[in-house]
DNA sequence: CTTATGCCTTGATCCTTGTCAAAAGCGGGC
DNA sequence: GCCCGCTTTTGACAAGGATCAAGGCATAAG
């Protein structure tokens, strides 16, 4: 098993987090996706006053595995990684999460996973305990919360028989159609991936050098097209398809 | 990759369904820690004209995955996994439930996963639509509901990093500890485990030869003593949780 | 434009785990 | 108490993926 120790991504948070606490929900992107959607407009303003917006630069990491659980926070924008690792330095991501997610752990007192961005990224960040007694007063944020969990519940679920069963082949070509479908493409079909070989390995429990060879190996058969480092094509989404679930 | 089609485990529920219609939440051994404890009694006896106890035996199953989520239930005792699998044949089980738990998809259209009874066990059922219905109107039994799943998703989170991460031997020292800490033993230490080693397998991702192998050696060196099919002694419990995160 | 720094790719080899096969042993039924 | 069926164990072998080790190539800095 091999270990890293990866300085770069355990920068803390700087001293005085840049807030943009001027900003209201009104302009919000977020606020008819994010868990604020469905609040009236005096609910949406009160829990405003709780939260401060934050921004954050690729690499930074807001939450720590087994930390105390001090703030939850919704996604602004940009995407950031969930994740744990074994006392030897293995990491396992557990999940990624994009612009309108919800992040942390309301009622309970610990993170269980590490929260670190993936790109740079604004957050809508609010102190657990007032986050807490907002959403036991306001059912309707409580049950959209419970809708969240249950789908992320979900997800999660489907990702362990990826874990657990799949071939590294099934692996990629699955990881590489949920990029497909949440990312959206530029003109010319490509995707710019938010996470790196090393970030893409830690997600589907397997090595980079693995992940390398069978996107190589995608790109030879013309069912992908790799454009740089982070760029992908999806050539022939048909056949990606069909190398998710046969050898 | 091996497969397997086990119809035992396939058993449609009865047509008619041994129902205890008759049993009230009174004497329910689980009313205290199922997601109805803290219901004031006018709440907790609407909640329970709504469901009906039902009897499984093991191998039955309840839900099917990707089948419409038509309804949820308690389990009172007896356990129960939640699996998935892929198109030919792999199984992955995505959860073991307990006394006390919930099960199925309140909020959702469809179970993303079977349910199937590992031993015989009686659950206390509702039919999805009045469920839903009287959780909305209930904001302590949504409460209870969301903390439950938040719950379950930082366990399925860490279980993730079992997983992907973890090494054979790490597999099966973790899944026996766990055990040990679910299950309660007997007077001579003896846990029955609710599982057979190909079920163990698949909670695992592993295979049954696997387990069997790891579980052999672990009696060699004195960990834990195997006692017939499904009993294990955890002899040496600070050795087994050494073992848990080492080569 | 040139250079330097990491990522990413590629190659060779090893080893853990999966696969295939058969023997052993537990448990239930007669 | 004995036998039969099925689970579990054990063995031999194969292979997918991990590990170790260079080398190539984007990307950013000078």
Chains 1, 2 share one sequence.
Not at 92 to 109: C, K, L, N, S, T
Not at 165 to 173: C, I, M, N
């Amino acid at each position: 098993m091999e270990m890293r120790f990866d300085m770069a991504q355990n920068g803390a948070l700087p001293p005085v987090a840049r807030s943009c606490g001027g900003q209201s929900c009104e302009n919000c992107v977020v606020r008819d996706h994010a868990i604020c959607a469905g609040l009236d407009d005096a609910d949406r303003d009160a829990l405003s006053r709780i939260g401060r917006r934050v921004t954050l630069q690729a690499g930074q990491t807001v939450m720590w595995e087994g930390g105390d659980s001090t703030v939850v926070a919704n996604v602004i924008d940009g995407t950031l990684k969930l994740a744990t690792s074994t006392g030897d330095g293995r990491e396992q991501i557990v999940g990624v999460v994009y612009a309108a997610d919800f992040i942390g752990r309301p009622f309970g007192a610990r993170t269980p996973h590490s929260v670190t961005a993936l790109t740079d990224a604004r957050l809508c960040l609010f102190p657990r305990g007032s986050f807490d007694g907002f959403a036991l007063r306001h059912g309707e944020l409580q049950h959209r919360l419970l809708q969240r969990t249950l789908d992320d519940l979900d997800r999660t679920r489907a990702w362990m028989l990826l874990l657990g069963r799949k071939t590294a082949r099934e692996k990629v070509a699955t990881f590489l159609l949920d990029m497909g479908r949440r990312l959206r493409a530029d003109a010319d079909g490509v995707i710019d991936l938010p996470l790196s070989r090393q970030q893409i390995a830690d997600v589907l429990g397997t090595t980079i050098e693995t992940v390398s060879r069978q996107m190589t190996e995608m790109k030879r058969t013309g069912v992908i097209d790799l454009v740089g480092r982070r760029g992908v094509r999806l050539v022939d989404s048909a056949a990606l398809e069909a190398l998710t679930e046969a050898g």
